[in-house]
């Protein structure tokens, strides 16, 4: 069955290589999701800032047209400024779960338990590093965010001209 067969209750797949601009200016979002789902991470979100209350509700947006209704958003509470338990989105709420388990991850619940792991390339990561960090992350074979971040420079911020 194609993508676009799907029955409009089930969600739908994103197609491979998904290359995205959330909102003009705010974040890029990159995912590939396949039936098979191999590596840890499904994609990779490069946010603007780090005020959750303006870059949160474009992602979601964005990933609810492509995978459903987000219900749960996990990510670091010490990675954002101004985090709060929930979101109102397209008059749905979504809740935050905060873990210190640093901020190179949001994790992404769809429904009950479907869960979407994406790497958090840092707001002020230079733009070759974070596309590149962004296309490690939908390869089948990806690593930890950590190491992408490391191997990419995306965990260092660019220097000034």
Known sequence: MADSDTPDHLPR???DAVHRSVRPGTALLRLETTHAR???LDGAWWPRS?????ELP???TALTEHLGPITRV???ASAWDGLTTRV???GRVVHIDSFPVGDDTVLITRGERDLFSLLLVPPDTSPDAARAAMARAVRADNVTGQQIL???GGDTPPTPA
């Open 150 to 152: 490391i191997d990419t």
């Open 74 to 76: 996990g990510l670091d």
């Open 50 to 54: 780090r005020d959750i209350g303006a």
């Open 88 to 90: 109102v989105v397209d």
């Open 58 to 60: 474009s992602l979601i």
């Open 38 to 40: 191999e590596g840890i």
């Open 13 to 15: 797949l994103l197609p």
